[in-house]
Structures are given as structure tokens and as C-alpha cells.
């Protein structure tokens, strides 16, 4: 199950959401209410790694996508 893990933007009063892109999810954190930034758990990183490859260029298929069509 997800937590609230940017704790340290809270703390601050910086806005964060978890964002779902239905391939991949990430943590956009409003870094001194200014900057934007993505950051992934390890749980998030697999989806994003299946549809970017390591070097983020390969387009693949996420597996929650296959998950989601019923495929494996």
C-alpha cells in the first residue's frame, strides 16, 4: 500500500500528489513551491523501467497495462 512518503515536503509546506499515468506512477513534489520534480518508490519503478528501459528510451509494455487487459 502506498504511504504518504515525502514527509519532508510536508513538513515544509511544499505540494505533492500522487500522480497515476495508468503505465507508471510517480511522486511530483513542488520543490519550494516552484520547481516541479518526479520521484519513484521502489514499488513504482518496475512499470517504469517495463515501459522506458533502464536508459528511458524503450517503449515496452508496463505489466499493470497487460495486468489491466487481462494478458500476462
Excluded: C, K
Excluded at 511522486?27 to 518496475?46: C, H, K
Amino acid at each position: 500500500m502506498y504511504r504518504p512518503w515525502p514527509l519532508g515536503a510536508t513538513r515544509r509546506g511544499w505540494p505533492w500528489a500522487l500522480i497515476d499515468y495508468y503505465l507508471f506512477r510517480v511522486v511530483n513534489v513542488w520543490i519550494e513551491g516552484r520547481q516541479l520534480s518526479d520521484f519513484a518508490t521502489a514499488a513504482m519503478l518496475p512499470d517504469h523501467l517495463t515501459l522506458y528501459g533502464p536508459n528511458g528510451s524503450a517503449i515496452g509494455q508496463s505489466p499493470r497495462r497487460r495486468e489491466a487487459e487481462g494478458q500476462r
